[in-house]
């Protein structure tokens, strides 16, 4: 028996879903997922480290209010982040829009 995760460049074929396009964005959430808890461990390590130097507690951190300046540079990250997640979508609706136009 073909094991289904057997192409990790085309994602799984047709575990979860009907279209092998939903079981690679499934992939695609989960290998997200994944890397978004290696960061929050590192980072968790990184505030109980400064906390036990005495740097900056814990609650300083939860506290702390960036000021405008640092809050736009957040900002203008937040958006360039979500613009390239979305990328393939605005890409594949731009797609159909043109061939309308046809």
């Given at each position: ?17 009907e ?39 814990l609650?300083?951190?939860e ?12 900002d ?27």
């Amino acid at each position: 028996m073909a094991d289904p995760m057997q192409d990790t460049m085309n994602g799984p074929t047709k575990i979860f879903a009907e279209d092998p396009n939903v079981d690679r964005l499934f992939a695609m959430v989960l290998a997200l997922g994944a890397e978004i808890s290696k960061v929050d461990e590192k980072l968790d390590s990184l505030l109980l480290l400064l906390e036990q130097l005495h740097l900056v507690s814990l609650a300083e951190v939860e506290q702390f209010q960036p000021n405008e300046a640092d809050q736009a540079r957040r900002d203008r990250a937040r958006k360039d982040f979500i613009e390239a997640m979305l990328a393939p979508f605005q890409l594949a609706a731009d797609a159909l829009v043109e061939k309308a136009r046809k």
